[in-house]
């Protein structure tokens, strides 16, 4: 971020120096790139939506649309001409308002809905006003019509997420230019076959059509916003900068530093044992094993899905840990989900996780069968890189079983190859949910998120990887036993107090936190 390094805040981590200012500034480049965005597609969509309605406004003082049928033998090429502009105005009118929020921004979209509502209440009055002396059939068939659409958008605006507000706007939208397309082909049928000539309705039609496209098609909606995200912001960079602030959300820079300072916590794998890592059930219990440590103390954090084998996912991670501890003559500190996150406040730390990655030395991957299918799997990886993390910082382990290692090899090698971010899953739906609107906020679409990541797994792939074939009988790895064959009494169903003590004040002395 170009700043300084302040002296006092310096901590190893990454490979490099851990600059507490530079976190911060990472967080609220994020921030304040997610904050132009915002302005710059938002503001310019509506700006222009609204430069629209005023040309709509000036076609319909011009046109003499809403004469009666009978008099279609008057129409110019210059009255069809007013009538096919003011129609597509108001189509491109609709589409540019409902453009307009961010895939997160409640806020905008409760305002888009407000101004379609008013937009369409002054259309009613002013058809209203102008055909009741007319055609006073048309007049009350566009004021129903137009109240119901009115509801519509009432309705989508009381949704409780912001996904559900979008997905109804654009379905009432969609509902509301199918009925409009419906009449007007209807009107000009009808006139065509009474009077034989061509009512200037048939060009809304044909428009409607074109245009129908758009509000039905969401992968559609989402290219559009991603190519002006890439207008907006030619570094792929200052995108994924608005993600990883779409990650810690509303709070400052300095609010999300203090609490991921507090909540950071590492476990060394002898406290734990293979039931830990076999089941993903919440347990408080295992909380309580890992110890607070200061940021950029921790040697790994260990990224895995819980759909992947536990047994290959443990001989790997002792396997990992004892080559560790041959090199560096200790046992290594490891960020561990299950161990490190409160269970009770599950979304707090959460927010803290570009702090995390950042706060470890190394990410550690332990890349089984199902490890590219997991969501939560794949915004670690992109988050670590995209908050300094290096190549030579990250290892990736491949977990195989024994007798399957060529087959599953491949099948993982094609997992990188073919990856979309549409095929990936969690646990929890509202997780979900929020990471592929906090995605589509950054990113603009799902396909433009998904070009991101493969230009970057290719070398993941290569770099840092190592493979690990869990054998049939685990022997040793088993519950904590370490190489000398001796069974671990933290790895049985009751650990020992006066041992769990005793490693406890030895983190402490090692890792204390100010």
Same mark, same amino acid.
């Given at each position: ?30 921030? *304040? ?14 700006? !222009?939506?609204?430069? *629209?309605?005023?040309?709509? !406004? ?6 003499? #649309? ?35 929020? #961010? ?8 305002? @888009? ?34 109240? #119901?659409?009115? +509801? ?70 989402? !290219? ?22 779409? +990650? *810690? ?16 916590? &590492? ?18 219990? +295992?909380?309580?094993?890992? %110890?607070?440590?200061?940021? =950029?103390?921790?040697?790994?954090? *260990? ?42 406040? @599950?979304? =707090? ?5 570009? @702090? ?49 290692? !060529? ?10 190859? =073919? ?19 906090? @995605? ?16 970057? %797994? ?11 074939? &869990? ?13 000398? =064959? ?29």
């Amino acid at each position: 971020a170009g700043v300084a390094a302040m002296p006092d805040s310096k901590l190893a981590v990454l490979g490099t120096d851990f600059d507490e200012r530079k976190v911060e500034e990472l967080v609220l480049a994020g921030q *304040v790139s997610l904050h132009r965005t915002r302005w710059r597609i938002s503001g310019g969509l509506t700006l !222009a939506g609204l430069c *629209v309605a005023v040309v709509q !406004a000036l076609l319909e003082t011009q046109s003499r #649309l809403f004469v009666i049928e009978e008099d279609c033998f008057a129409y110019t090429t210059t009255d069809h001409l007013l009538f096919s502009f003011l129609e597509l105005s108001r189509l491109l009118r609709f589409i540019l308002f409902n453009l307009a929020p #961010l895939a997160d921004d409640a806020v905008m979209t409760r305002c @888009i809905l407000l101004l379609d509502a008013l937009f369409w209440a002054l259309d009613a009055w002013y058809r209203h006003n102008y055909l009741q002396n007319v055609s006073r059939h048309q007049s009350i068939i566009f004021s129903v019509f137009s109240s #119901l659409v009115i +509801l519509g958008f009432g309705w989508a605006g009381v949704a409780a997420r912001v996904q559900q507000q979008q997905a109804r706007m654009w379905l009432v939208a969609a509902i509301a230019v199918c009925a409009w397309i419906g009449l007007n082909a209807l009107r000009a049928a009808l006139v065509a076959w009474r009077y034989h000539c061509l009512f200037p309705t048939v060009w809304s039609t044909l428009e409607g059509l074109v245009v129908l496209r758009i509000y039905l098609a969401a992968n559609l909606r989402e !290219a559009i916003h991603a190519r002006l995200r890439k207008c907006a912001h030619r570094r792929s960079a200052t995108r994924a900068a608005a993600g990883i602030s779409g +990650l *810690v959300g509303g709070c400052s820079p300095r609010d999300v530093f203090l609490q991921a300072s507090a909540r950071f916590r &590492c476990v060394e794998l002898h406290s734990l044992c293979l039931d830990d890592i076999r089941s993903s059930t919440p347990d408080t219990r +295992l909380f309580q094993l890992s %110890m607070p440590i200061k940021l =950029g103390n921790c040697d790994a954090f *260990v990224s895995h899905s819980w759909h992947d084998d536990a047994d290959a996912k443990w001989c790997a991670l002792r396997k990992w840990c004892e080559e560790f501890k041959q090199a560096h003559g200790r046992e290594p500190t490891l960020w561990f989900d299950r161990c490190c996150i409160d269970q009770e406040d @599950i979304a =707090g730390n959460l927010k803290c996780l570009p @702090i995390f990655l950042r706060g470890c030395r190394r990410l550690v991957v332990l890349c089984g069968k199902t490890y590219l299918e997991r969501l939560w799997c794949i915004i670690e990886i992109f988050t670590f890189f995209h908050v300094g993390g290096a190549n030579e910082d990250f290892e990736l382990v491949h977990l195989l079983q024994a007798g399957a290692e !060529a087959e599953e090899a491949e099948f993982i090698a094609r997992s990188f190859e =073919g990856f979309d971010v549409r095929n990936c899953r969690c646990t929890v739906q509202a997780d979900f949910d929020r990471m592929m609107v906090i @995605i589509k906020a950054a990113f603009g679409s799902l396909d433009a998120f998904n070009e991101r990541l493969r230009a970057v %797994m290719p070398t993941l792939d290569r770099v840092g990887s190592l493979t690990t074939a &869990c054998p049939d009988d685990i022997g040793d790895f088993v519950c904590g036993s370490d190489s000398s =064959g001796s069974h671990n009494s933290y790895c049985n169903s009751g650990r020992s107090d006066s041992s769990d003590n005793s490693r406890r004040s030895s983190l402490d002395a090692k890792h204390s936190v100010p």
